[in-house]
């Protein structure tokens, strides 16, 4: 299995509370993503990295700000949490060799 | 925009039977396209990966097919088991190669 691990597992916040999700991988690849997962919606892209500091917007990335400080590590940050953004977060990274998507084990998240 | 769909959402088939499960995308220029499995409450697991210049992927009880003109991929699994009752998700990787757009998945009951 890739490396890649997300904590917290499980986390109930209430609404307007900053909230930040961390994902660590020790493959040192350079693509990391955030996703979120919601019935009816499947699964969709929140924010990328392509490198340290380097990161950009995927197709719902209002509300959600991310940080990469280092290779390893990519933050996913709710700045004012919402009912709305109660949801399964998963880290994903890319193996460059076929370009391979591997994925972490969730976040469970609950904002009240 | 890359639309991927995967129907139908759901199956049922009786232990031993073949399964085969289809996932279409409307832009054929992709760079290659991944089969995860999702366990309830888990995270995906990658199952087998086709490059877009590959006709098709093999791994043990598991087959897969790409037709990049025809906009559609097959995932063959022989011989079903009540084991792979999940939900079988396919994505496809743009031609940029870094981003990936998902199916709304078909989740498996195979019954003893």
């Known amino acids: 299995d890739a490396g890649i691990t997300q904590s917290p597992r499980h986390k109930v916040t209430e609404t307007g509370t900053p909230v930040t999700l961390r994902c660590h991988q020790t493959e040192n690849h350079r693509y990391m993503y955030w996703y979120r997962q919601d019935p009816g919606h499947g699964l969709r892209l929140i924010h990328y990295s392509y490198g340290v500091k380097d990161t950009d917007k995927g197709e719902v990335s209002d509300g959600y700000s991310v940080s990469r400080s280092k290779t390893e590590d990519f933050l996913l940050t709710l700045e004012s949490a919402t009912s709305s953004q109660t949801s399964v977060y998963f880290c994903a990274i890319t193996d460059p060799t076929y370009n391979e998507q591997f994925f972490g084990p969730g976040t469970r998240l609950t904002v009240l | 925009k890359q639309e991927v769909t995967q129907i139908p959402a759901a199956l049922s088939v009786p232990e031993g039977e073949n399964l085969v499960l289809n996932c279409s995308f409307t832009d054929s220029a992709i760079y ?81």
């Open chain 2, 32 to 112: 290659n396209l991944q089969w995860f499995r999702q366990d309830p409450g888990k995270g995906l697991t990658s199952l087998l990966l086709i490059q877009s210049s590959q006709r098709e992927q093999t791994s043990g009880r598991l087959n897969a097919s790409l037709d990049k003109s025809s906009g559609r991929s097959t995932l063959y699994i022989a011989a079903s088991q009540p084991g792979d009752s999940a939900t079988y998700l396919c994505a496809v990787i743009g031609a940029a190669g870094n981003k990936l757009t998902f199916g709304g998945g078909t989740r498996v009951l195979v019954k003893p």
